[in-house]
Structure formats: C-alpha cells, structure tokens
C-alpha cells in the first residue's frame, strides 16, 4: 500500500454514501441519513455522518433494510441546515460512492432544494471500478465485496457504516491496480474513457507513479501481443504413492470431521459393483447422502485403475460447484495422481485473435468498453479462459458471444495466438485427463458431431439424471425465433460500417478481390422475413384459443393443420425466405472462399472478421436447416408448435420442434453396452419405482442395477404438512378468484412465520396476479416481497436476498422448484400453490397422450401424474437441507386429499402426517411449533 500512497496524495477523496425513503429523487423520496468519509495520502482521516429529517415518514420497508426509524429522523436537523458543512467537506475533493448515479443525483437533488448549486467534480464510482477490477466476483454489492476482501462491515445498508467500508474497499482496488502489469493499466486507461466516472484519471496516476519505478513482470505472467496474460501450466502427473484405495478410509482423510455415511458408502460400492459386471446402475439419493463424493470416489478409485470416467452435471453451476469445492481437496489430497479436467463448448471459450482485435476497435458503446476492460483483467488471472467465470452485463454477453470460440476457418496455424488457445488447452487436458467433469447439454450435443468433443472413456455418471431426457431433447430439437433471424439479418446490413458483410468487404478490397454488392439483396431478404413471419402470427392470433387474463399461449401444428390453405400460404413465404437466405450463405461462402485463398495478403484484423463471419455462417447454416425442419419438410415423429405473447406479435413468435420419443436415442447415447454408467438424482422414482425413468432412458431392469437410498433426516420430527381445508376446491373457481383466495391465505400465514417462506407457482401468470394483488392491497406492506421475474436478478441473486431480510417472502415459478439451497431458519415455511402438473394442452404432453390413447394406454398414470409427482417431490426437497432444519409445508391444492390420485403424491416423500385444518387451526399450530 506504501506505494499506492504516492499516487493519490495530491488528492482529497470524499466517500459518500446515503440512505433514502426510495429510489427516486424524481418522486419526492428524501434523505435520511448522510455520511462522508474523507481519505488524504492514502488513509481515512475523518469520519462524518448525520441522520436527516426527510419531512415524510420512513417508510416500512426502509426500516426493515436499513434499521432507521422515523424516531431516528424526527428530531434530526434537515437537509438544508447540515448543507453548509456537506458543501465545505465535498471541497475540492474527488467524489467516491458504491453507484454513483444512485447518491450523487439525491445529494444535488437536496441541494437544489435548500437553494444550493448542485455539485460537479471528479468522481469514481467504486461499483464500476469493481467491475473493471474484479471482473469474476458473483456480485458487485457492498456487503459482497466488503466480504470478498474481509473488510469491517458491521451495519450494512446505514450510511456510516456503508461510507466507511466503502472507503475500505476503495484503498483496496487502488492497491490491487496497482499491482497490475504496466501494459495493462496502459490499455485499461485507454479504453476508460468511455466509462461513467472519471477512472481515467484514476489509471493515469498510478500509470504515472508505476514508471517511475519499473519492475521485472511477476513470474505468473507474460506479456504476448501487447496483452498481459496468466501462464498456462500442465499439472505433472505424480506418481502413485497409495497403493489401492478403500472409500471409507479415503474419505476419513478427505473430510475434516467425517462422520459415517452407510448410505453414501453403499452408492459408491453399488456403482463399482455394476460397473465390475459391466452394468449400468441408476441409484436414487436422497438428499443429505453426499451424493458428490458417492459419484467423485468411484471415479478416483477407476482412475488408479488406469480407466477415464466422464461424470455429467445438469448445468454449468453444478459443474463449476464439483471443480471448486470436492474436487480440489481430492487432487491435494491425492498429490496430483488423478488428474481432473472441466471440459466445456466451444463458446465458453474466448477466442484471443478475435478479442485481440477488438482492442484495436475504438468502440464507445458502454457495455462492449467495460467488457473489453474487465477481460484486460481476467486474463492475468484466468488459467482456463472459460468466460463463465465472469460476471457480465447482458450487453456484454451479447459482445462475449462475437469473440467467443468457434472453431477455425482459416489454417489455426496462421492464427497467432493459436499456441495460447484456451479451448485447444482445454480439449488437451481432457484428453490428458482421469475424469472429465462436463454437462448435459455437452454430452447430448456432442452426439451431433461427426468430430466429438469429448474423448474416448470407459465410465459414464450422470448427476441430476433426470433431468437427462428434457436436456437431450432440447438439443436435438429445434427452436426460432423472429428476434433471432431479425438480428441476424442485421448483421449482413450493407449500410452499416461494423456490420459482417461490410467487414468482409474491407478484407475483400484488401486482399485485392473482386465482390458483388448486395443492396437489393439484403432488401429483399429483410423483405421476405419480415412477411412470413407476419403471416405466421396472422394464422397464431387467428387461431389460438385464448385464455382470460394470459398473454403467453402456444399452438400445436397439427397434421390436419399441416394440410390447410392458410398453412400451405405460410410455408410457401417461408420457402421464398428460404431461397433468400440460402443465396446469402452462397455469397458469404464465396466471400470466405476467395478470403482463405488470399489469406497471405489479409492482416490480423482482417483474419479475425473473417473468422467472425465464419462463426455467423455457421449459425446461418443452422437456421436455415431449423426453417426446413419447421415449415418444409414433414415428418411424423416431430411435434411442432408456435408459441408467442399476445401483446407483441411477430415480436416475440418461437417455433419450436421436439422429437416425440427419444428413449431409444437416449439409450444408444448414453446407455451404451460397452460403456457402464451410472444416473444418479434425488428424485427418479415415481411411488418407489424407477420405471417411468427406465421407459424414458430404455433401459431394462437386465441391463441396469437399481438401488433406493433414503435421506438420513428425520422428517417426522423436521416437517409438519398440512393442507388448508377452507380453499376451494382449484377447479371450482376462477383463476382469478382462486388468486383472491390464496392471497388471503398468505398473508396471515407470513404473519405467523414472520416471513422466511418460499411460494411456489406453477404458472408465473398465476405468480404475478398474486404478487400484484398483495401489492395493491397492502395486506403485506410490513414483507419485502421478492418475485421471480418481477425483481430483478437471477435466481442466486434473489436467493441471496431473500436471506438477507428477517420478514421475506419468495415468490417462484419454474427453476425455483429445485437447485434452490435455503438452509436453517431462513427458510420455514415452503407453500405449494397447486400440484405441479402441467398444462394439458401443451403441444409434447398433448400429443404423447394421443399416442398413449391410441394404444389403450392410460395417458394420465402414464405420462401427466409421474411428471407432476417428481416436480411435486423436487419442490419439496426444497424445505429441509441440512438434519437441524424444521419447517412447514403447505399444499393450497386440495386434490392431494380429496382426488383418487392424490396419495401419489403423498406416498412420494418420506413418510408424514397430512394435516387437513382450516385456517385458524394452521396458524395456532405453525405459531405453536415454529
């Protein structure tokens, strides 16, 4: 720090941070608590803060986040009597905040209004600088990163506590930028100009303080190109100095602590023991088992055995979650013996020629400057180059995606950056490696190439197996949507200066070849897209049945459909755009062609657009096959369907294709004779058996062994569930008014558990009527009420939120019914609106039931009830993580007591009481017990 002390001693820094009655200052929300801390040579100097009279009262909410009261305020001076001392600490300072467009706008909104000018400066926003600085940390908030660098916190979200770590944090960054390589503070502050807050001139003091002192490059790193990166390191392999390896004794050394797990030592010796008789095993695990252990020691215990095993996740957090924790306590423990390797697609991956060109673009669009910069500082770090280890704003996922990696056009000995590739080291490793950990999606996509990704390997273990069968059909299925062509499209726009065609054609005039231009071209393609999708959302309005008060409907291409005159209209449009599209592949694969023959005339940047276009091409190459699939070719064992929002059409219309049954693809995939594997879930069995899994994978009860292992937790004693008898029955009353009825439920039951509950929805319409009908009513103004969908932030993030307030509530749909990890008092009480069947009338669920019927087959028990049973079990496991949890859980849905079907799903879960009481009897008992 002595060094970073230089660079900012000429400068006063005023760290500021506020406490409001809101969020806008243009709707009369007020100052309640100010604070500044004053920095001088590098060190905090003065502390300052005041609470402030906001003249309104402090709302409910605000006193829940922050702990003020209108007590606290009431008697505090008002703005306009403390801004005389604000102004003269602010005094030729530079103005720090953690989001400065939230402070500094309140701050000279109160300062207009106590008759003073508003404040101008520098400022530095410390949210933006973290970004730029650590450009992988899951969130940029101050309790986060506060507790990232464990820095003092103590009170987060008042305003001299927040002031202070803010201050913290900042002398923080500043040391840490001042660590970085020259070359990459050079390029960090050029490209920083078009940032929000003046960390220019942040970057151009310690530029100035570093050369005057120059060292040696870290011994980590080296510069390539003007960039400075981390050095890739191959692990040596060690040799075995354990001799064959017992599972228990293995994991007494591996975890500090180990406490005996019979039934995650019966999962390991289950899977070896198929796998020694080369069988498949599919093992259900309940929660608490160690179920990451029970799929990683097998693997270990292979590889000393000299065999490669593939162990599959369902996304790419859970593979990211194996890497960082299980996994790298094994390969300390096991001294480098097993080697490990992540595998990913091709576009994890950043493809350096491209990103190395986009340095030389002077972009000035927000997003694509603050992306270029963050990756400026992740490749010191990064030793994989895999880009979901950022954190991205979605403006920067869309500029991710044009230098990601896809593979090579021109010779990938003529890029320069070819022997630094991250994705080449990665594919390297893999094949180098004991176990590749790697996702569904991969494994399923991996099956469409002629070149797999993936080695050669002996054993496959699939994690959260079931959800296996709808991963591979979304991959091998088909999807379009307007949006999508529609951006494509704009990228061959002629008239734009950044555009594909247009880069191709300043590589075409360097590499002195001769091209047609395509003006009339590209407007009659634009053309017909945007007619045939107008006529297809002219036959989706004409003919979905509408639903009251649903804006989201789909509608089935059925084979008489198929027949009509109105469809064959639409598929002859889309035939024309086809032909449209088709000539522009034909062009731009002629423009490549005569490129890669004149290659040797192209420069770097030249070579990396074309390398772009080549990315684009093969994606127009796949719509293209997606068009044929959908409106030209037919085919029976296809289910097609159009999907839109009634309020903006063609806008928001997908056409979407899935195979009807892919057992059989399942089976030769992934459940190959050759090939043991292993499929693993906590929730794969329907009233204790695993056929409806067998049915959907192929698989027979002779080619797989099965093995039940239950949960450990004593749910008798952790759970009570009850069932409110006073609810209508669901199919006796209105959507609307079965909103009014839980509404009422909710609110008195959030009052009993003092919040700390998760409601789960099968529809996010049913979700959102609910949340705006307690919105309007106030009958939860004393909750914070989080709402997928509705708040803002991914489903962590909510998660993350939702823990943080004593008196919460969550609000879910969909990915919230499983994946999501509570644990202890945070979460009390789960709610289940109504059982998780799904629609009837959706197009694949439609249809399998067609066939079931055809065949005398009762499509209900088979195909809607196990669908509905294993959400239902997977929105339970929800409740009760850890063997000290307690909670409640309530079904609204009165089917699961009064429907003959309902003991399916009651007979699911470990054995419990049903409770059916009213009201009044739930909350003496919840109150009584929790």
Sequence with gaps: MKKAVKVMESKKIAVVDIETTGNSVKKGDRIIQIAIVLIENNQIVETWSSFVNPMQPVPVFITELTGITNQDVTTAPSFEQIAPEVLSKLEGAVFVAHNIHFDLPFLNGELHLAGFNSWSGLVLDTVELSRVLLPTVGSFKLTDLTADFELDHDRPHQADSDALATAQLFLSLVSKAFTMPLVTLERLAKESVYLKSDIQVLFNHLITAKKQKLEDLPGHLEVYRGIAIRKKVRPDRKTDQYGPLDAESFLKQLLPGYVKRDAQLKMIHHILHSFEQKKHAVIEAGTGIGKTHGLLIPAVIKAREGHKTVITTHTLHQQAQMQDNAIRDIQHLLDGSVRFAVLKGKSNYIHMMKYDQSLQEDDSQYDIVLTKMQILTWLTETETGDGDELNLTGGGLLFWNRISHNGWFLNREEDPWEKYDYFAWSVSLAKEADVIITNHSLLASDQLKDQKLLPDYHYLMIDEAHHLEEVSRKQWGVQLDFMKIKFAIGQLSPSSGDSIYTRLQAAARKAGVSIAKAEVEFDRLNEEADASFHQLGTWFKANVKRKPGVQKHMLALDPDVKESRDWLKIAYAFERFLAEMKNWRNTLETMLDQLRKNRSKLTDKHKADVEEAYAFLQEWHEMIEMIRNLFIRSSDHLVI?????????????????????????????????????????????????FQYFMHATGLTHSSADCLTLTSPFDYQKQVRLMVPGDLPDIKAVSPEEYVEWITSHLSVIAEATAGRMLVLFTSHEMLRNTYELIKESNLMEDFVLIAQGITAGSRAKLSKNFQKFDKAVLFGTSSFWEGLDIPGENLSCLIMVRLPFSPPDEPLIRTQWEIAKANNRNPFNEISLPKAVLRFRQGFGRLIRHEQDRGVFIVFDRRITTASYGRAFTDSIPAIKVEERNLDSIIDEIEHWL
């Design 641 to 689: 369907w159009a999907e839109g929002d009634m309020r903006s059409i063609p806008g928001s219309l997908t056409m979407s294709a899935r195979e009807i049954d892919i057992s059989r693809k399942i089976k030769s995939a992934f459940f190959k004779d050759e090939i043991p594997a292993a499929a693993v879930s906590a929730t794969i069995t329907v009233n204790n058996s």
